[in-house]
């Protein structure tokens, strides 16, 4: 069965620097999205992107966040300046052709800003 | 905000049926009613969904009540490895726009030797 590959699967940082999370998605999915969830609390979502553009973003989603679909196969979500508060496990997903189409979520990657 | 509730905790003996239920009372009619799972701080994985029909597939069961204010995953047959977090999550479809998932605290379901 196809799946949501995510690299890498844990992320040290200093705070202050950028840091790129990838996500593959399955193959025939058109819609992506990036959730997180901080240690403890629930899965929050961050952000949708569909036809190389956003969707829809939660108010975690501010300037510091960007989303990308350079190469139409890797997604990727950029933090600019990380803080500490960014720690967490960030969740890819994506969906298929239909408005009810489930998500499937990858495994994600740990951030750790120190 | 999520618009389910489940109880935070439950737990069931390992090949028993375990019933998990939610309650949604404030369904609107372009609402789906999904189920997720997360293990351990894995992703979230897709179980199952319905409209308001009673829908089964390999791993479980999804009963709605007519009125679809509330519904129940059943899994048949727990194993150990069904110890996890159960999120029922109502979500629209005809919004125009494949729609975010939103999380609640879900239920925890514990599966006893």
């Known amino acids: 069965e196809p799946e949501v590959t995510q690299t890498p699967s844990h992320q040290v940082t200093q705070m202050g620097q950028e840091v790129i999370l990838r996500c593959v998605p399955i193959?025939?999915?058109?819609?992506f999205y990036w959730y997180r969830q901080i240690l403890g609390q629930k899965v929050e979502f961050l952000v949708s992107f569909y036809n190389n553009e956003i969707s829809e973003k939660s108010e975690i989603f501010d300037d510091q966040f960007s989303v990308e679909r350079p190469d139409g196969s890797n997604f990727t979500l950029k933090i600019r300046s990380t803080k500490l508060e960014d720690s967490a496990m960030y969740f890819c997903?994506?969906?298929?052709?239909?408005?009810?189409?489930?998500?499937?979520f990858g495994n994600g990657t740990r951030l750790t800003v120190t | 905000d999520a618009k389910t509730t489940q109880p935070p905790s439950m737990d069931c003996a390992e090949g028993r049926a375990a019933n998990l239920p939610c309650n949604h009372s404030?369904?609107?009619?372009?609402?789906?009613v999904y189920w997720y799972r997360q293990i351990h701080s894995q992703g979230p994985q897709y179980i199952i969904h319905?409209?308001?029909n009673n829908e089964t597939n390999e791993m479980a069961s999804l009963i709605i009540t007519e009125d679809r204010k509330s519904s129940t995953l059943i899994l048949p047959h727990a194993t150990l490895r069904d110890t996890a977090v159960y999120y029922c999550i109502v979500r629209p479809w005809n919004t125009g726009a494949n729609s975010k998932l939103t999380f609640g605290k879900g239920i925890t379901l514990s599966v006893r030797p």
């Open positions: 193959s025939n999915h058109l819609y």
């Open positions: 319905g409209l308001k």
């Open positions: 404030t369904i609107s009619g372009n609402e789906y």
């Open positions: 997903a994506g969906a298929g052709r239909t408005q009810y189409s489930p998500l499937h």
